[in-house]
Protein backbone atom coordinates (compact mmCIF):
# COMPACT_ATOMS: atom_id res chain seq x y z
CA UNK A 1 0.00 0.00 0.00
CA UNK A 2 1.44 3.51 -0.61
CA UNK A 3 2.58 5.69 2.07
CA UNK A 4 -0.33 7.83 3.64
CA UNK A 5 -0.31 11.84 2.30
CA UNK A 6 -2.45 13.46 4.95
CA UNK A 7 -4.29 16.53 3.70
CA UNK A 8 -3.49 19.48 5.50
CA UNK A 9 -5.63 19.71 8.54
CA UNK A 10 -3.56 16.60 8.92
CA UNK A 11 -6.19 13.95 9.69
CA UNK A 12 -4.58 10.46 10.33
CA UNK A 13 -6.61 7.82 8.93
CA UNK A 14 -7.41 5.17 11.65
CA UNK A 15 -8.68 1.79 9.89
CA UNK A 16 -11.48 0.06 11.80
CA UNK A 17 -13.03 -3.30 10.27
CA UNK A 18 -16.38 -3.46 11.09
CA UNK A 19 -17.26 -6.83 10.26
CA UNK A 20 -20.83 -8.00 8.78
CA UNK A 21 -22.86 -9.05 11.65
CA UNK A 22 -21.63 -5.65 13.04
CA UNK A 23 -22.95 -3.78 10.46
CA UNK A 24 -25.89 -5.70 9.22
CA UNK A 25 -25.51 -4.23 5.61
CA UNK A 26 -26.41 -7.29 3.23
CA UNK A 27 -26.13 -7.59 -0.62
CA UNK A 28 -29.61 -8.10 -0.93
CA UNK A 29 -30.19 -4.63 -0.47
CA UNK A 30 -27.45 -4.07 -3.37
CA UNK A 31 -27.78 -3.35 -6.41
CA UNK A 32 -27.27 -6.63 -8.87
CA UNK A 33 -25.13 -4.66 -11.35
CA UNK A 34 -22.87 -3.42 -8.58
CA UNK A 35 -22.26 -6.35 -7.17
CA UNK A 36 -21.23 -7.84 -10.53
CA UNK A 37 -18.63 -5.04 -10.79
CA UNK A 38 -17.38 -5.62 -7.25
CA UNK A 39 -17.16 -9.16 -7.92
CA UNK A 40 -15.28 -8.73 -11.75
CA UNK A 41 -12.66 -6.50 -9.97
CA UNK A 42 -12.12 -9.09 -6.58
CA UNK A 43 -11.76 -11.87 -9.31
CA UNK A 44 -8.96 -9.57 -11.35
CA UNK A 45 -6.98 -9.06 -8.27
CA UNK A 46 -8.03 -5.73 -7.29
CA UNK A 47 -9.45 -3.86 -4.03
CA UNK A 48 -13.48 -3.31 -4.87
CA UNK A 49 -15.56 -1.55 -2.77
CA UNK A 50 -18.97 -0.19 -2.14
CA UNK A 51 -18.88 3.56 -1.58
CA UNK A 52 -20.07 6.72 -0.40
CA UNK A 53 -24.26 7.76 -0.18
CA UNK A 54 -24.66 4.00 -0.91
CA UNK A 55 -23.05 2.37 2.03
CA UNK A 56 -24.30 5.56 4.04
CA UNK A 57 -27.82 5.19 2.71
CA UNK A 58 -28.25 1.22 3.58
CA UNK A 59 -26.68 2.07 7.16
CA UNK A 60 -29.60 3.83 7.98
CA UNK A 61 -32.07 2.13 6.33
CA UNK A 62 -32.44 4.44 3.65
CA UNK A 63 -32.62 3.01 -0.22
CA UNK A 64 -29.69 4.62 -2.46
CA UNK A 65 -30.46 6.09 -5.10
CA UNK A 66 -27.21 5.12 -7.04
CA UNK A 67 -24.29 2.73 -6.30
CA UNK A 68 -20.69 4.04 -6.46
CA UNK A 69 -17.79 1.64 -6.76
CA UNK A 70 -13.87 2.55 -5.85
CA UNK A 71 -11.40 0.71 -6.57
CA UNK A 72 -7.15 0.29 -6.84
CA UNK A 73 -7.60 -0.36 -10.65
CA UNK A 74 -6.50 2.43 -12.89
CA UNK A 75 -9.77 3.36 -15.21
CA UNK A 76 -7.73 1.77 -18.01
CA UNK A 77 -7.59 -1.61 -16.40
CA UNK A 78 -11.83 -1.18 -15.16
CA UNK A 79 -12.40 -0.31 -19.28
CA UNK A 80 -10.06 -3.88 -20.02
CA UNK A 81 -12.18 -5.94 -17.95
CA UNK A 82 -16.07 -4.58 -18.82
CA UNK A 83 -17.12 -4.73 -22.19
CA UNK A 84 -20.19 -2.54 -21.16
CA UNK A 85 -17.60 0.60 -20.04
CA UNK A 86 -16.99 4.18 -20.93
CA UNK A 87 -14.44 6.37 -19.60
CA UNK A 88 -15.61 9.71 -18.97
CA UNK A 89 -14.03 13.03 -17.35
CA UNK A 90 -10.64 14.42 -18.34
CA UNK A 91 -9.73 15.55 -14.57
CA UNK A 92 -10.23 12.81 -13.15
CA UNK A 93 -10.82 9.77 -15.50
CA UNK A 94 -13.78 7.83 -14.17
CA UNK A 95 -15.15 4.30 -15.26
CA UNK A 96 -18.76 4.08 -16.19
CA UNK A 97 -20.15 0.60 -16.49
CA UNK A 98 -23.28 0.59 -18.09
CA UNK A 99 -26.19 -2.14 -17.38
CA UNK A 100 -29.06 -1.45 -19.24
CA UNK A 101 -30.56 2.03 -17.63
CA UNK A 102 -28.45 1.82 -14.22
CA UNK A 103 -25.22 3.44 -14.79
CA UNK A 104 -22.46 1.82 -11.95
CA UNK A 105 -19.85 4.41 -11.38
CA UNK A 106 -16.06 3.10 -10.71
CA UNK A 107 -13.60 5.79 -9.78
CA UNK A 108 -9.87 4.89 -8.85
CA UNK A 109 -8.59 5.66 -5.47
CA UNK A 110 -8.02 9.31 -5.23
CA UNK A 111 -5.51 11.67 -3.38
CA UNK A 112 -4.72 14.84 -2.80
CA UNK A 113 -1.86 14.84 -0.95
CA UNK A 114 1.74 14.47 -1.69
CA UNK A 115 4.37 16.33 -3.67
CA UNK A 116 3.49 14.65 -7.28
CA UNK A 117 3.40 16.69 -9.81
CA UNK A 118 -0.78 17.12 -9.70
CA UNK A 119 -0.40 17.67 -6.18
CA UNK A 120 -3.60 19.53 -4.32
CA UNK A 121 -3.01 22.70 -5.33
CA UNK A 122 -5.23 25.63 -3.94
CA UNK A 123 -5.62 29.24 -4.99
CA UNK A 124 -5.21 32.52 -2.60
CA UNK A 125 -8.30 31.71 -1.05
CA UNK A 126 -7.88 28.22 -0.08
CA UNK A 127 -10.40 26.80 -2.95
CA UNK A 128 -9.45 23.42 -4.62
CA UNK A 129 -8.07 24.14 -8.23
CA UNK A 130 -6.51 21.02 -8.95
CA UNK A 131 -6.84 17.20 -7.76
CA UNK A 132 -5.86 14.36 -10.01
CA UNK A 133 -3.80 11.88 -8.66
CA UNK A 134 -4.47 8.21 -7.94
CA UNK A 135 -4.05 7.23 -4.00
CA UNK A 136 -4.35 4.65 -1.59
CA UNK A 137 -7.64 4.13 -0.19
CA UNK A 138 -6.47 5.97 2.52
CA UNK A 139 -5.67 8.80 0.83
CA UNK A 140 -9.17 8.39 -0.94
CA UNK A 141 -10.84 8.27 2.64
CA UNK A 142 -9.70 11.61 3.64
CA UNK A 143 -10.30 13.54 0.93
CA UNK A 144 -14.19 12.63 0.72
CA UNK A 145 -16.54 15.83 2.53
CA UNK A 146 -18.11 13.96 5.81
CA UNK A 147 -17.09 11.38 7.75
CA UNK A 148 -20.62 9.51 6.83
CA UNK A 149 -19.39 9.61 3.31
CA UNK A 150 -16.53 7.84 3.44
CA UNK A 151 -17.21 4.75 4.03
CA UNK A 152 -16.31 1.42 2.05
CA UNK A 153 -18.30 -1.74 2.20
CA UNK A 154 -15.54 -4.57 1.01
CA UNK A 155 -16.75 -7.53 -1.19
CA UNK A 156 -13.70 -9.40 -0.25
CA UNK A 157 -15.32 -10.47 3.48
CA UNK A 158 -18.18 -7.96 3.19
CA UNK A 159 -16.72 -5.64 6.27
CA UNK A 160 -17.03 -2.24 6.08
CA UNK A 161 -13.84 -0.38 6.36
CA UNK A 162 -14.07 3.03 8.02
CA UNK A 163 -10.67 5.57 8.41
CA UNK A 164 -12.03 8.47 9.82
CA UNK A 165 -15.39 7.55 12.53
CA UNK A 166 -17.73 7.56 10.34
CA UNK A 167 -19.36 4.58 11.33
CA UNK A 168 -20.01 5.79 14.94
CA UNK A 169 -21.21 9.54 13.07
CA UNK A 170 -23.49 7.45 11.16
CA UNK A 171 -25.07 5.19 14.66
CA UNK A 172 -25.39 8.75 15.94
CA UNK A 173 -26.72 10.29 13.02
CA UNK A 174 -24.39 13.17 13.34
CA UNK A 175 -22.50 14.97 10.08
CA UNK A 176 -19.11 15.69 10.41
CA UNK A 177 -16.48 17.08 7.94
CA UNK A 178 -13.33 15.19 7.68
CA UNK A 179 -10.76 17.27 8.69
CA UNK A 180 -10.41 21.13 9.29
CA UNK A 181 -13.89 22.38 8.15
CA UNK A 182 -12.72 25.79 7.73
CA UNK A 183 -9.97 24.63 5.22
CA UNK A 184 -12.44 22.20 4.02
CA UNK A 185 -15.24 24.66 2.89
CA UNK A 186 -12.58 27.13 1.56
CA UNK A 187 -11.43 24.35 -0.66
CA UNK A 188 -14.72 23.65 -1.86
CA UNK A 189 -17.93 25.90 -0.96
CA UNK A 190 -20.52 23.74 -2.23
CA UNK A 191 -19.56 21.25 0.93
CA UNK A 192 -21.70 24.28 2.89
CA UNK A 193 -25.11 23.63 0.51
CA UNK A 194 -24.09 19.58 0.74
CA UNK A 195 -24.07 20.01 4.80
CA UNK A 196 -27.16 21.20 5.01
CA UNK A 197 -28.96 19.02 2.20
CA UNK A 198 -27.75 15.77 3.54
CA UNK A 199 -28.59 16.65 6.96
CA UNK A 200 -31.77 17.81 5.91
CA UNK A 201 -31.98 14.12 3.80
CA UNK A 202 -31.04 11.92 6.37
CA UNK A 203 -32.85 13.52 9.16
CA UNK A 204 -28.81 13.99 10.79
CA UNK A 205 -27.45 16.87 13.09
CA UNK A 206 -24.98 19.03 11.57
CA UNK A 207 -21.89 18.59 14.05
CA UNK A 208 -21.41 21.75 16.22
CA UNK A 209 -17.72 22.62 14.76
CA UNK A 210 -18.70 21.47 11.26
CA UNK A 211 -21.42 24.21 11.46
CA UNK A 212 -20.04 26.91 13.26
CA UNK A 213 -17.89 28.45 9.95
CA UNK A 214 -20.95 27.91 8.10
CA UNK A 215 -22.65 31.52 8.29
CA UNK A 216 -19.43 33.22 8.29
CA UNK A 217 -18.04 31.74 5.29
CA UNK A 218 -21.66 31.60 3.15
CA UNK A 219 -20.42 34.54 1.16
CA UNK A 220 -18.32 32.18 -0.69
CA UNK A 221 -20.51 30.24 -2.32
CA UNK A 222 -20.48 33.40 -4.41
CA UNK A 223 -18.01 32.22 -6.52
CA UNK A 224 -19.05 28.29 -7.04
CA UNK A 225 -20.00 27.76 -10.49
CA UNK A 226 -23.60 28.61 -11.10
CA UNK A 227 -23.87 25.53 -12.57
CA UNK A 228 -22.89 23.85 -10.12
CA UNK A 229 -25.71 25.51 -7.95
CA UNK A 230 -28.12 24.77 -10.39
CA UNK A 231 -27.47 21.25 -9.93
CA UNK A 232 -26.86 21.24 -6.16
CA UNK A 233 -30.55 22.98 -5.61
CA UNK A 234 -32.28 20.50 -7.27
CA UNK A 235 -30.81 17.71 -5.62
CA UNK A 236 -31.82 19.66 -2.45
CA UNK A 237 -35.19 20.73 -3.92
CA UNK A 238 -37.10 18.21 -5.92
CA UNK A 239 -35.86 15.21 -3.78
CA UNK A 240 -38.18 14.85 -1.40
CA UNK A 241 -36.82 16.99 1.61
CA UNK A 242 -37.34 20.38 0.30
CA UNK A 243 -38.88 21.85 3.50
CA UNK A 244 -36.18 20.82 5.66
CA UNK A 245 -33.48 21.72 3.46
CA UNK A 246 -34.58 25.34 3.04
CA UNK A 247 -35.35 25.57 6.75
CA UNK A 248 -31.28 24.40 7.36
CA UNK A 249 -30.47 26.98 4.27
CA UNK A 250 -32.11 29.74 6.48
CA UNK A 251 -30.50 28.66 9.99
CA UNK A 252 -26.96 28.35 8.38
CA UNK A 253 -27.34 32.10 6.81
CA UNK A 254 -27.23 30.17 2.63
CA UNK A 255 -30.23 31.84 2.21
CA UNK A 256 -29.21 35.31 1.51
CA UNK A 257 -26.50 33.47 -0.96
CA UNK A 258 -27.69 30.90 -2.68
CA UNK A 259 -31.87 33.52 -2.77
CA UNK A 260 -29.95 37.36 -2.30
CA UNK A 261 -33.53 38.59 -3.63
CA UNK A 262 -35.84 35.86 -1.52
CA UNK A 263 -34.04 36.42 1.64
CA UNK A 264 -34.61 40.10 1.32
CA UNK A 265 -38.27 39.98 0.36
CA UNK A 266 -38.57 37.64 3.28
CA UNK A 267 -36.74 39.84 5.67
CA UNK A 268 -38.93 42.56 4.97
CA UNK A 269 -42.76 40.82 4.65
CA UNK A 270 -43.70 41.56 8.26
CA UNK A 271 -46.73 39.44 8.07
CA UNK A 272 -44.87 36.16 6.99
CA UNK A 273 -47.28 35.58 4.29
CA UNK A 274 -44.69 35.38 1.92
CA UNK A 275 -42.67 32.62 3.69
CA UNK A 276 -45.76 31.18 4.70
CA UNK A 277 -46.51 30.59 0.53
CA UNK A 278 -42.81 29.38 -0.37
CA UNK A 279 -42.83 26.43 2.78
CA UNK A 280 -46.33 25.20 1.28
CA UNK A 281 -44.68 25.33 -1.48
CA UNK A 282 -41.94 23.11 -0.66
CA UNK A 283 -43.93 20.84 1.47
CA UNK A 284 -46.73 20.09 -1.49
CA UNK A 285 -43.49 19.41 -3.75
CA UNK A 286 -42.67 16.82 -1.06
CA UNK A 287 -45.33 15.05 -1.27
CA UNK A 288 -45.71 14.83 -4.80
CA UNK A 289 -42.08 13.15 -4.92
CA UNK A 290 -43.58 10.84 -1.60
CA UNK A 291 -46.11 10.21 -3.99
CA UNK A 292 -44.07 9.48 -6.79
CA UNK A 293 -46.16 12.36 -8.86
CA UNK A 294 -43.81 14.38 -11.36
CA UNK A 295 -41.87 17.81 -10.01
CA UNK A 296 -40.49 20.34 -12.05
CA UNK A 297 -37.69 22.50 -11.81
CA UNK A 298 -39.65 25.83 -13.44
CA UNK A 299 -42.73 25.75 -10.72
CA UNK A 300 -40.16 24.59 -7.80
CA UNK A 301 -38.08 28.22 -9.32
CA UNK A 302 -41.66 29.91 -9.26
CA UNK A 303 -41.96 29.18 -5.58
CA UNK A 304 -39.02 30.03 -4.70
CA UNK A 305 -38.46 33.13 -6.38
CA UNK A 306 -42.46 34.32 -5.79
CA UNK A 307 -41.59 36.33 -2.73
CA UNK A 308 -38.92 37.94 -4.63
CA UNK A 309 -41.22 38.94 -7.55
CA UNK A 310 -43.74 40.05 -5.17
CA UNK A 311 -41.39 42.51 -3.70
CA UNK A 312 -39.65 43.73 -7.19
CA UNK A 313 -43.87 44.02 -8.20
CA UNK A 314 -44.69 46.46 -5.35
CA UNK A 315 -41.45 48.44 -5.88
CA UNK A 316 -42.04 48.83 -9.49
CA UNK A 317 -45.84 49.45 -8.82
CA UNK A 318 -44.90 51.88 -6.04
CA UNK A 319 -42.94 54.10 -8.44
CA UNK A 320 -46.03 54.40 -10.92
CA UNK A 321 -45.05 51.71 -13.33
CA UNK A 322 -48.35 50.29 -14.82
CA UNK A 323 -49.49 47.19 -13.54
CA UNK A 324 -49.17 44.53 -16.68
CA UNK A 325 -45.61 46.13 -17.64
CA UNK A 326 -44.35 46.40 -13.60
CA UNK A 327 -45.01 42.48 -14.01
CA UNK A 328 -42.82 41.85 -17.06
CA UNK A 329 -40.08 43.66 -15.57
CA UNK A 330 -40.49 42.67 -12.64
CA UNK A 331 -40.13 38.71 -13.53
CA UNK A 332 -36.99 39.97 -15.84
CA UNK A 333 -35.16 41.24 -13.45
CA UNK A 334 -35.71 38.75 -10.75
CA UNK A 335 -34.65 36.18 -13.46
CA UNK A 336 -31.88 38.28 -14.93
CA UNK A 337 -30.47 39.08 -10.85
CA UNK A 338 -30.93 34.93 -9.74
CA UNK A 339 -29.36 33.37 -12.63
CA UNK A 340 -26.22 35.39 -12.25
CA UNK A 341 -26.08 33.22 -9.06
CA UNK A 342 -27.97 29.99 -9.76
CA UNK A 343 -27.79 29.02 -13.77
CA UNK A 344 -31.49 28.33 -14.55
CA UNK A 345 -31.88 27.66 -18.12
CA UNK A 346 -34.16 29.61 -19.92
CA UNK A 347 -36.37 26.54 -20.82
CA UNK A 348 -37.17 26.73 -16.70
CA UNK A 349 -36.82 30.29 -16.33
CA UNK A 350 -39.01 30.77 -19.48
CA UNK A 351 -41.84 28.60 -17.66
CA UNK A 352 -41.43 30.21 -14.19
CA UNK A 353 -42.48 33.55 -15.33
CA UNK A 354 -45.57 32.76 -17.48
CA UNK A 355 -46.28 30.75 -14.23
CA UNK A 356 -46.47 34.13 -12.27
CA UNK A 357 -47.98 36.53 -15.18
CA UNK A 358 -50.97 34.08 -15.75
CA UNK A 359 -51.43 34.54 -11.95
CA UNK A 360 -53.76 37.88 -12.16
CA UNK A 361 -55.48 36.45 -14.95
CA UNK A 362 -57.24 33.97 -12.77
CA UNK A 363 -59.37 36.77 -11.84
CA UNK A 364 -60.97 37.88 -15.62
CA UNK A 365 -63.91 35.56 -16.27
CA UNK A 366 -64.70 37.40 -19.96
CA UNK A 367 -65.87 34.16 -22.29
CA UNK A 368 -62.80 34.79 -24.32
CA UNK A 369 -60.36 35.20 -21.82
CA UNK A 370 -61.64 31.70 -19.75
CA UNK A 371 -61.17 29.51 -23.09
CA UNK A 372 -57.97 31.35 -24.00
CA UNK A 373 -56.68 30.92 -20.43
CA UNK A 374 -57.83 26.96 -20.26
CA UNK A 375 -55.98 25.97 -23.31
CA UNK A 376 -52.79 28.12 -22.70
CA UNK A 377 -50.05 25.55 -22.25
CA UNK A 378 -48.91 27.26 -18.79
CA UNK A 379 -52.40 26.94 -17.47
CA UNK A 380 -52.08 23.72 -15.38
CA UNK A 381 -49.12 24.63 -13.51
CA UNK A 382 -50.21 28.22 -13.30
CA UNK A 383 -53.61 27.13 -11.65
CA UNK A 384 -51.80 24.63 -9.40
CA UNK A 385 -49.48 27.92 -8.00
CA UNK A 386 -53.19 29.79 -7.72
CA UNK A 387 -54.04 26.48 -5.73
CA UNK A 388 -51.21 26.75 -3.94
CA UNK A 389 -51.92 30.12 -3.01
CA UNK A 390 -54.88 29.84 -1.61
CA UNK A 391 -53.62 26.69 0.64
CA UNK A 392 -51.27 29.37 2.32
CA UNK A 393 -53.03 32.40 2.77
CA UNK A 394 -56.73 31.71 2.32
CA UNK A 395 -57.66 34.01 -0.31
CA UNK A 396 -58.18 33.53 -4.21
CA UNK A 397 -60.61 30.69 -2.73
CA UNK A 398 -63.35 32.22 -5.23
CA UNK A 399 -61.07 32.04 -8.45
CA UNK A 400 -60.04 28.46 -7.72
CA UNK A 401 -63.27 27.49 -7.13
CA UNK A 402 -64.41 29.30 -10.59
CA UNK A 403 -61.33 27.48 -12.32
CA UNK A 404 -61.70 24.05 -11.07
CA UNK A 405 -65.30 23.79 -12.40
CA UNK A 406 -64.19 25.69 -15.65
CA UNK A 407 -61.48 22.68 -16.44
CA UNK A 408 -64.57 20.21 -15.87
CA UNK A 409 -67.15 22.16 -17.39
CA UNK A 410 -65.70 25.23 -19.19
CA UNK A 411 -68.86 26.00 -21.54
CA UNK A 412 -70.91 26.08 -18.25
CA UNK A 413 -69.35 28.10 -16.19
CA UNK A 414 -68.43 30.91 -19.09
CA UNK A 415 -72.37 30.91 -19.21
CA UNK A 416 -72.86 31.54 -15.46
CA UNK A 417 -70.02 33.86 -15.12
CA UNK A 418 -70.02 35.88 -18.58
CA UNK A 419 -68.62 39.13 -18.14
CA UNK A 420 -68.27 40.59 -21.44
CA UNK A 421 -67.07 43.69 -21.12
CA UNK A 422 -63.60 44.25 -21.38
CA UNK A 423 -61.69 45.42 -18.35
CA UNK A 424 -59.39 48.36 -18.24
CA UNK A 425 -55.80 47.28 -18.78
CA UNK A 426 -55.28 48.02 -15.30
CA UNK A 427 -57.59 45.40 -13.87
CA UNK A 428 -54.72 42.85 -14.53
CA UNK A 429 -53.10 43.14 -11.45
CA UNK A 430 -52.32 41.20 -8.87
CA UNK A 431 -55.57 40.50 -6.60
CA UNK A 432 -57.63 42.72 -8.57
CA UNK A 433 -60.87 43.82 -7.18
CA UNK A 434 -63.13 41.78 -9.28
CA UNK A 435 -66.26 42.10 -11.46
CA UNK A 436 -69.83 40.91 -9.49
CA UNK A 437 -70.83 37.41 -10.80
CA UNK A 438 -73.54 36.46 -11.68
CA UNK A 439 -75.22 33.11 -9.80
CA UNK A 440 -73.88 30.24 -11.16
CA UNK A 441 -76.33 27.62 -13.24
CA UNK A 442 -77.27 24.44 -11.11
CA UNK A 443 -74.62 21.55 -12.31
CA UNK A 444 -77.38 19.15 -13.30
CA UNK A 445 -78.20 21.09 -16.16
CA UNK A 446 -75.14 19.94 -18.37
CA UNK A 447 -73.03 21.73 -20.71
CA UNK A 448 -74.83 24.84 -21.82
CA UNK A 449 -74.03 23.87 -25.91
P1 LIG B 1 -26.64 11.50 -2.59
O1 LIG B 1 -27.36 10.53 -1.76
O2 LIG B 1 -27.36 12.76 -2.72
O3 LIG B 1 -26.15 10.95 -3.90
P2 LIG B 1 -23.87 11.39 -1.96
O4 LIG B 1 -23.13 11.54 -0.67
O5 LIG B 1 -23.81 10.06 -2.61
O6 LIG B 1 -25.34 11.85 -1.72
P3 LIG B 1 -22.68 12.38 -4.35
O7 LIG B 1 -22.69 13.75 -4.91
O8 LIG B 1 -23.31 11.29 -5.11
O9 LIG B 1 -23.33 12.50 -2.92
O10 LIG B 1 -21.17 12.06 -4.04
C1 LIG B 1 -20.69 10.74 -3.84
C2 LIG B 1 -19.56 10.75 -2.81
O11 LIG B 1 -18.47 11.57 -3.27
C3 LIG B 1 -19.93 11.36 -1.47
O12 LIG B 1 -20.52 10.41 -0.63
C4 LIG B 1 -18.59 11.83 -0.95
O13 LIG B 1 -17.88 10.76 -0.40
C5 LIG B 1 -17.88 12.30 -2.20
N1 LIG B 1 -18.07 13.74 -2.45
C6 LIG B 1 -19.07 14.30 -3.16
N2 LIG B 1 -18.96 15.63 -3.20
C7 LIG B 1 -17.83 15.93 -2.51
C8 LIG B 1 -17.16 17.14 -2.20
N3 LIG B 1 -17.64 18.31 -2.60
N4 LIG B 1 -16.03 17.05 -1.47
C9 LIG B 1 -15.55 15.85 -1.06
N5 LIG B 1 -16.14 14.70 -1.31
C10 LIG B 1 -17.27 14.71 -2.03
MG1 LIG C 1 -24.61 9.56 -4.60
Not at 91 to 111: D, N, P, Q, S
Request: aromatic share 8%; charged share 25%; with cysteine.
Amino acid sequence: MTEIQPIPATVVPQLRVITRDAHGLSRKQMSQSALRVLYRLREAGFGAFLVGGAVRDLLVGGEPKDFDVATDATPEQVKALFRNCRLIGRRFRLAHVVYGREIIEVATFRANGGDDEGDRQTDDGGRLLRDNVYGSIEDDAVRRDFTANALYYAIEDFSVRDYVGGFEDVQARVLRLIGDPEARYREDPVRMLRAARLAAKLGFTIEPATAEPIARLAPLLADASPARLFEETLKMFLAGHAAASFELLEAHGLLPVLLPETAQALASNKSGALRCMLMQGLRNTDARVQAEQPVSPAFLYAVLLWPAYCRALALLQAQGVHAVEAQRRAADRVTMHQVARIALPRRFSQPMQEIWLLQPRFALRMRKRVFRLLAHPRFRAAFDFLELRLAASNTHAEDVAFWREAQLHPAESVAANAQETQPEEGDEIQNAPRKRRRRRRPADKGPAE
